[in-house]
Every structure is written in C-alpha cells, then in structure tokens.
C-alpha cells in the first residue's frame, strides 16, 4: 500500500488526489497531499504511475503497513521504477514495448 | 446538455454509470451517435475499475474464418456449452473494429519481425488514459470521484436518470436526468484487494435490481485469482510456468496454475503453506517477460525476490464475479437490460453469452468490454433519440429500496467483514455445498434485514453503506443461484454434484431484494446439440 508522499519532491499539484480511485488522498491547502485513507488503499500503483515527479511509492505489501526508508527507496532505484518501466518518465517515452504476443496466445 | 452550477442538476441524453473500459467505450460510442452524454466514475476514469492497473490479453481474431471458427471453438467445452456462437461472433467483429480505432488513437501496439502490429494485448494505464482522452475529445462530460446512488425511473418504470454524490471536498449530491442509462460499474470482488478490484463492488446490481432489472448466472462467481501472498498482484498468467512446492521445497502432487488450482486451495485452506517457483520458463521468456506484464514484477523486484529462481508463498484471492461470467442479464443485443431504459456493459453484465460456465480471463472480459460498450451505447443513444424531447420533464422517483433510513446507526465496515467471511473463505465458495450455502444465506439474509432499520452517518458514510448493500445482495444472488444449480459446471463446483447434468444446460436468472429468486432459462443456443455429438 501506499507509503510514501516524499515531501522533497512532490510539487503539491494533487495529481494523486485526482487519479486515486480509492479516494486515498486529501489535498491540503498550501501543502502536499497527505495519505487520508491508507485502510482503502488497494495496492494500484496507480499513483505511482501518474505522479509526474516520482514523489510516490507504493510498498508491494496489499494487506500490511511496512516502514519505507526514502533515501534507501531512491538507491535502489525503486523511486519511480513502475513509471520507467511502463514508459511514462521522461526519456522512457516508446520504450515499453509489449511482448506478450511472443508469451500468450490472445 | 445544460447544467446548474449550484445545484449539480444535469440533463443528457445518455448517462454511463462506470469509467472503465466499457463504460468509456459506451460513453464514446453514445456521444459519436449524437448523444450527449455524461460518463460517472466513481473514482477516476483512467484508474478506475480492473483494467486500468492490469494490462489485459485481448480476444482479438482476425477475420480468417478458420481461426475464428478455432477461437469460439476452444471455449465451448470449457465454458459448460453455455455460451451463443453468436454472441461469440459478434463480440470478434467488434473487438476487431474497435481495436482498429485504438490504433488510429495511436496506442503504440507493438510491431513484430514481419512488422505487423499485434493487438492481442493492451497495456492498462496506457489504454485507459488513451480511453479518458477520446471520450473527452467527443464532449462526454466526466464526473470523478461521483458514485452513482440511486437510479430514478419514471411512472412507467423506464430509467430516466440517477442520483449520487461528489466525494471529494465538501461532499455533494448530484442528479442527473438522461433519458437511457448504462450501467458499467464491472463485477464484484468484495473489496479482495485483488489487483483494481476494490472499486467493484457490485454496485450496478444492486442500482438496477432496485428497478426490477435481472441477472443471469450469479453462479459463475467464484473466481479466484493466484498472486504472491504478500501481494495485490493477481496476474496469473506467467504461473504457466510454476511449480508448486511445500516450504522445503518439495513438490505438491497436482497443484497447478490452471489444472490444479483446487489443489492449491486445499492446501490453503488447511494452512499449509504453497510456494510457487516459475523455473520452467526458458531464459527467452524470462527476457520477454518483464515487458509483457511490468507490474508482475513490482511485486517481486520491491522485495528482492527472483520469481524464477527463488520460491515464494502465493494465495488466492477472490476475483467474484469480475472473473466469473455472471452479471445483469441482457435481452437484447443493443445490451438493453430487462428495464426499460436501462442497458449493461462489460463485467457488470453476464458474459455466460461469451463464456459460459467458466471465467474467460482477461482476454475475453477485454474483448467483451469493448464490444458490449459500443452496442451498449449505440442502444442507449438510440433509446433516448426516441424518447422524444419532453423525457426530462417526466417526474422521476428514487428507487433506492436498500433502505438505509432506518433509526440504527449502520456499521459499514462490520457489515462488510461479515459478508467476507461469507464469501472469501474457499470452503463455502469455491467448493459449494447445500447445507454451507443455507448456512450461509440464513446470515445473509439476516444482513439484508438489518440493512431495512439502519442508517449511514455522514454522507460520505452513504457510498461506503451502499457498497455494503450492494456486496450483502451480491452474495445472495450468487448463494441462491449456486443453490439452483444443482450440479457442477464450469467454474460452479458443487461438491456433492461434481458431474455436469445434461438437463440443466440453461442459465440460472436471479433478482429480487427482500425476496431473492432463481428460475431456469433456456434459449435456442441450448437447444443445439453439443460440437461432441454432432462430430
């Protein structure tokens, strides 16, 4: 679920307000998001997937809260690692190309 | 369309109640036919609903007849012999066509060694942001985060309309009066937290069997979908190439991904623990993988495991009716339902005409959604074109018949973990028998009366009280259905029936609130004698 709203990245533009379908977030005036409704939080990524600065992460675990180190996320790389991988960060653009074709009949 | 500022009063030709894939489909084919149209999503249209976060397989067939014939072939037996060759047809024209425009849209399809596009498989959030921006080029008006609560009908019983709330900010009510309605509000998963699933909560039934509409084929409702244990990821797929292991590793006799996942259950259920180890894929597939379906992997790279190296606890969630094939039933093929005015697409409606007894998975639910939304919403604008212009005058009245106005304060949550443990649990609904089913529809039944005397608090506590409603009489369609279906066919598994009965090759119809019933219903496509004994 949802763990992060890293508060040196995020712009505060309340993209993942927006695009949440599970209402997660609340905006705050003058301020970043903040994570409202953690319990509702689905394990998306979608979130992830929109936010412009990669200043989300979703931890993988759907039924549990876990503790995230930020400055861990961005060594390993994990920071924004869905949105370059599906092609969605900047310079990744065309770079997803679906192989399923190869793998699964339709 | 004309709207109120001040009052979030809308008037349109066409409402579509549901952003995902066939929603947006039937939003966009609606407002192409000269509708205007308004499309509610009760999150986002974009993110919302299963496909969105998934990626999806597509039924997609080119127009050579032997392959087809192939295609609609590989499912009948599979499917229980339930399913309309006809429906099967059409559903293949349509997705043919309809995938021709995404390609005109410029989702950038892969091209192989011969370069030809393949289109046998969308990628998620790039189709439904595609979908969200074609659907407001044509001059849909999209309203987020606006679950529907209540439909309105007019003296007659036709649908006219809706009426919901704004969930975000100051929470606010709409209404929206339309002339035809589309309910694409997708299946019911009981909020599983299988991958996209929690926004389905079987609203839409419960919207349009307070106006009387039917379903068809609650039965089909046990799919349950294989993912880590840790993990929302229920993309099954690339378990082709599991096995299955005990902690030490030792393998479990018979467990397996398609063949074999009630072996899988049992162990579950027992608490064993089952691993899965993907080591019979080659290094080529390996490779392909990870840009096939990119979101198998978060699961996996974000724990530091190697799926095809390294074994990993798995689970089975349930997936309900958004892989099962039961839904709305449908009367016609414009997708209209049993009420006038009221049309159903996608997962919201029965896909037994497709699929029959046995979940399609994601290719053909894909295929299904595109289709059924385009005809759902040529129906609908149809529909409203001859309604006549004084439709929106006609007075309209709520049909919310889950009461939620009595004196009791409602326990939404409680109310929600106790369906759960109705329904999740593999014991009572992925091998069904009479005497658990009865055990379980006595409390049921006792949630739905409870419903009659209780009220929610806030009025952000009246979508969370209407999902509650929606999953109690979700579950009883389906425990009632699976009750008349008095054997075991497809994915309906009745212990103490485990062979099919030729004489019930028919559909299980459902409805009602207060009181729940089941009748048997044969069509034409039943009459036809199986391809086995033609051959």
């Known amino acids: 679920m949802i763990e992060l709203v890293s508060e040196d990245r995020c712009t505060g533009c309340d993209l993942c307000v927006q695009v949440c379908p599970t209402h997660v977030f609340d905006a705050v005036p003058g301020g970043i998001p903040v994570i409202a409704r953690k319990s509702d939080c689905q394990t998306c990524f979608m979130c992830e997937a929109w936010c412009p600065v990669d200043a989300l992460y979703v931890a993988p675990f759907a039924d549990e809260e876990t503790a995230v180190d930020e400055a861990a996320l961005v060594d390993g790389g994990l920071i924004g690692s869905y949105r370059r991988t599906i092609g969605w960060a900047p310079g990744t653009r065309g770079t997803a190309i679906d192989l399923s074709y190869r793998l699964l009949r339709g | 369309m004309t709207s109120s500022r001040h009052s979030d009063s809308l008037q349109a030709d066409v409402l579509v109640i549901g952003g995902g894939p066939a929603g947006a489909w039937a939003a966009w084919q609606a407002a192409r036919d000269g509708a ?61 066509e309809n995938l021709q425009r995404v390609a005109d849209w410029g989702y950038p399809f892969p091209v192989d060694d011969q370069g030809v596009q393949r289109r046998t498989s969308l990628q998620g959030p790039e189709y439904m942001k595609l979908m969200r921006r074609v659907v407001r080029q044509v001059g849909v008006t999209v309203l987020d985060h606006s679950p529907a609560l209540e439909l309105l ?80 990821v229920t993309k099954s797929a690339f378990y082709r190439w599991a096995t299955f292991r005990y902690a030490d590793g030792s393998l479990i006799e018979g467990a397996g991904s398609k063949h074999g996942r009630s072996v899988i259950a049992r162990h579950l259920q027992a608490g064993t623990a089952v691993h899965a180890l993907l080591d019979l894929a080659n290094d080529q597939e390996r490779r392909d993988a990870r840009s096939a379906q990119p979101n198998f992997f978060l699961s996996f790279d974000r724990i530091g495991i190697d799926p095809f190296t390294q074994q990993f606890p798995v689970t089975l969630r349930l997936e309900g009716t958004v892989r099962g094939t039961g839904g709305l039933r449908l009367v016609d093929e414009r997708c209209a339902t049993t009420v006038p005015g009221l049309f159903a697409a996608g997962d919201a409606a029965t896909r037994e005409l497709v699929c029959g007894a046995f979940t399609g998975g994601g290719s053909h639910n894909a295929a299904w959604a595109t289709s059924s939304g385009t005809w759902a919403g040529a129906g609908a604008a149809a529909h409203a074109k001859a309604d006549g212009a004084d439709a929106h005058g006609r007075a309209a009245r709520s049909e919310a018949r889950a009461a939620l ?96 009965d030729p004489a019930q090759r028919h559909h299980v119809l459902s409805g009602g609130l207060d009181a729940v019933w089941t009748r048997a219903h044969r069509t034409a496509a039943h009459a036809q004698p199986l391809l086995a004994e033609a051959a």
């Open chain 2, 405 to 500: 106005q009595g004196g009791r304060a409602l326990d939404s949550l409680g109310l929600i973990e106790a369906v759960q443990r109705e329904v999740l649990p593999y014991d009572r609904n992925l091998f069904r028998d009479p005497v658990t089913l009865r055990d379980s529809l006595v409390r049921l039944d006792g949630y739905w009366e409870h419903l009659q005397h209780a009220t929610a608090g806030t009025p952000a506590d009246r979508l969370r009280a209407r999902e509650a409603a929606a999953m109690v009489a979700t579950a009883r369609w389906m425990y009632r259905s699976a009750l008349a279906r008095d054997e075991s066919r497809g994915m309906h598994k009745r212990v103490d029936r485990p062979a099919s």
């Open chain 2, 36 to 96: 205007s149209v308004v499309l509610a999503d009760k999150g986002y249209v974009g993110t919302s609903g299963a496909t969105a976060p998934s990626g999806t397989g597509v039924w997609y067939v080119p127009p050579e007849p032997v392959a087809r014939e192939n295609a609609l072939a590989s499912r009948e037996a599979l499917g229980g012999h339930l399913a309309d060759r006809d429906w099967g047809r059409r559903v293949l024209d349509q997705t043919y």
């Open chain 2, 153 to 232: 009908t007019d003296g007659d019983g036709a649908v006219v309309g809706a009426r919901g709330i704004h969930r975000q900010g100051e929470v606010r009510d709409w209404t929206v009066r339309a002339k035809a309605v589309v309910i694409a509000t997708g299946g019911c998963a009981f909020l599983s937290k299988a991958l996209g699933c929690n926004v389905l909560t079987g609203d839409g039934y419960l919207l349009a069997a307070e106006t009387g509409a039917e379903l068809s084929g609650m039965e089909f409702s046990n799919a349950y979908g294989l993912g880590p244990a840790h993990s929302s």
